[in-house]
């Protein structure tokens, strides 16, 4: 762009230019919508010249190709649900993918999907699921996350526990790489070892190397019964003891997932057929596969979770289980809802060390003055370890970022790492350098600089140093 222009002249140019290439419906100034993600509530909220609503991949090249001649930093934008403020633009260009929804083929036969990625997450669920098949990921935010943004962040969720997380089910990418180029990587095949995993760099690399279009998705077909058990314990050493003993006892649950007694406080009231008296850790481990298969399990979880237990409860009703499910889906805004704001990190810790984790969490929070406490994917080792904060109140905002660089600390001290789930994005930037030795970060800044030398994808984030 020419030099000496001011910013508002700046983005009338670009917005000039991008909408002679598009279309004057698929360019337009970036409105609040645009410059936050579900980091908002702390305060995280960006500035950019311009979004586009690309309609194509040829439209996503294009609009790449005229950035990158411009030096225009692109910043790709899924749903806006990530909570790591990845796709919260620091300048420059948001590519939306919310018109790029279509799918592009569906063989249930052949257990294969290729969909656009701005297809909501939850779309992709109801589709397999309507045809008889399972797209296991299963993201808190499924109704406005989209697939693309889950595969930008490899996106888990409680049942990456059995299924893996997004990465696992993506065979086939599109997508637009610097200087503005559509490659194909991968496709309607299961395995492919030609190459090195450039489709593996993509997932996870949180819109810095690409913007992905479309993917093809394996699925499988769907479980013809699940069934949770849900434990409710006295604290987190009954309730980690019992977590221990359903993986001692071999049970290959679909999902293995825990609140301490903080995260309970804040949801317990709404939990359906309410909580025993003293409950301070609640455990939900679920059984799937055939009915005769999940009920066999469903039993042994029954013993497995009620050593030293207050209450064990084994729903078996359909709508029970949705329930349960809807409730779980709800833990992160409870939590959010008891202060109005909430720093919430996504660490992963060797699960012989969740228990610590769980109680440094809390230990950590008292030492910066703030109500802590975690739930997440126990089986995983991955805490949402969470530091309540009002919203306003910037004192305790810094506190709890205080607080957030301790526990990073701790993951890493356990052998750990410091996001299982959400990402680097900007809130995390730099942070990478605590847990990787030097030669493996050049690594990653040569892997940045391969596909785009001139630093123009999502400048900022993910970002080994800051
Ligand atoms: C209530 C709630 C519950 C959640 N639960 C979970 C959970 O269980 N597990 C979990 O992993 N996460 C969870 N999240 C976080 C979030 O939903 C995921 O990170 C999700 O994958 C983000 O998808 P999105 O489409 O909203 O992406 P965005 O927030 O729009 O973007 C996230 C990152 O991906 C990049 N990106 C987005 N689309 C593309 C694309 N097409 N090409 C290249 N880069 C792209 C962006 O630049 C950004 O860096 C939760 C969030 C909320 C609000």
Not at 33 to 41: G, I, M, N, P
Not at 381 to 407: C, I, K, M, P, Y
Not at 435 to 454: M, N, S, T
């Amino acid at each position: 762009m020419r030099a000496g222009v001011t910013p508002a002249r700046r983005s009338a140019e670009i917005q000039a230019a991008l909408g002679k290439l598009l279309g004057p419906d698929a360019v337009g100034p970036a409105t609040a919508a645009y410059l936050t993600d579900a980091t908002e509530h702390r305060g995280v909220k960006g500035r950019a010249d311009a979004v586009v609503w690309p309609a194509t991949t040829e439209e996503v090249a294009s609009a790449v190709a005229w950035c990158y001649q411009h030096e225009v930093p692109i910043v790709p934008r899924g749903g806006g649900t990530g909570f790591a403020a990845g796709a919260v633009p620091d300048g420059g260009v948001v590519v939306s993918l919310e018109r790029m929804t279509r799918v592009r083929a569906f063989e249930p036969p052949l257990w294969r999907i290729c969909v656009e990625a701005g297809l909501s997450t939850a779309e992709v669920r109801r589709l397999a699921r309507e045809n008889g098949l399972f797209f296991p990921p299963d993201p808190g935010a499924a109704e406005q996350s989209q697939i693309g943004g889950n595969i930008a962040t490899n996106a888990g969720g409680p049942h990456a526990f059995k299924y893996g997380a997004t990465g696992a089910w993506v065979t086939g990418l599109e997508a637009v790489v610097p200087p503005g180029e559509i490659i194909e990587l991968g496709g309607a095949i299961r395995k492919d070892v030609a190459g090195y995993d450039l489709k593996g760099l993509l997932v996870g690399s949180e819109g810095t190397l690409g913007v992905i279009t479309a993917a093809w998705l394996r699925l499988l077909p769907a479980p013809e019964a699940t069934l949770p058990v849900v434990g409710f314990h006295a604290g987190a050493e009954a309730g980690c003891r019992a977590i221990e003993g359903v993986l001692a006892a071999g049970l290959a649950v679909a999902a293995l997932e825990y609140l301490d007694g903080g995260a309970l406080a804040a949801a317990g009231p709404s939990f359906p057929a309410g909580m025993p008296d003293g409950a301070a850790f609640l455990v939900i481990a679920e059984a799937d596969g055939s009915p005769a298969e999940a009920e066999r399990v469903q039993r042994e979880l029954v013993e497995a979770l009620g050593v030293d237990a207050l209450d064990v409860r084994a729903p078996a009703r359909p709508r029970e289980v949705e329930e349960l499910w809807r409730w779980r889906d709800g833990v992160s805004i409870a939590v959010e809802g008891r202060r109005g704001g909430k720093v919430s990190e996504d660490i992963v810790v060797p699960l012989d060390h969740l228990r610590e984790a769980i109680e440094e969490t809390v230990a950590i929070g008292d030492r910066h003055r703030l109500e802590a406490c975690s739930w997440g994917h126990a089986g995983d080792g991955n805490l949402h370890s969470t530091f309540l904060v009002a919203r306003d109140d910037a004192a305790q905002l810094e506190r709890a970022r205080a607080a957030a660089e301790e526990l990073f600390q701790l993951a890493v001290r356990l052998g750990g790492s410091i996001s299982g789930e959400h990402g680097i994005g900007w809130l995390k930037r730099g942070q990478l350098s605590g847990q990787w030795p030097p030669r493996a970060l050049e690594l990653h800044e040569a892997v940045k600089r391969a596909f785009d030398p001139k630093g123009l994808l999502n400048p900022g984030k993910k970002a080994a140093a800051t």
